[in-house]
Nanobody
Framework: VQLQASGGGLVQAGGSLRLSCTAS????????VGWFRQAPGQERSIVAV????????YYTYSVKGRFTISRDNAKNTVYLQMNSLKPEDTAVYFC????????????????????WGQGTQVTVSS
């Protein structure tokens, strides 16, 4: 099982990036998927979650209205569209999936996920 996160980079404040997370050896369809981020010296924390249907989502307060999580099960890929980026969004972003099928968008803890991508760096300059 491998999750590949991509799309990170360096962007100016106010800019946009779209992260992608593609799974191999794992069927994303039917599983909740989350995006987390970890800044230097800080713990890994939830950014957004999408439920197995792609209908219900959760966003941490600081990204609401700016980030959008979506999924394309046919492509076995989950996306995180990030708009109006701020310097405080700078972090390594990780995607994660649960081993069990189904479930909603309420899985916000690191320990609730079983499969992790390698992370992609997002740097927002002021």
């Amino acid at each position: 099982v491998q999750l590949q996160a991509s799309g990170g980079g360096l962007v100016q404040a106010g800019g946009s990036l779209r992260l992608s997370c593609t799974a191999s050896g794992l069927n994303f369809g039917g599983r909740p998927v989350g995006w987390f981020r970890q800044a230097p010296g800080q713990e890994r924390s939830i950014v957004a979650v999408i439920d197995w249907k792609g209908v219900n989502t959760y966003y941490t307060y600081s990204v609401k209205g700016r980030f959008t999580i979506s999924r394309d099960n046919a492509k076995n890929t989950v996306y995180l569209q990030m708009n109006s980026l701020k310097p405080e969004d700078t972090a390594v972003y990780f995607c994660a999936a649960r081993r069990t099928y189904y479930g909603g968008s309420y899985y916000t803890g690191v320990s609730e996920y079983d499969y992790w991508g390698q992370g992609t760096q997002v740097t927002v300059s002021s």
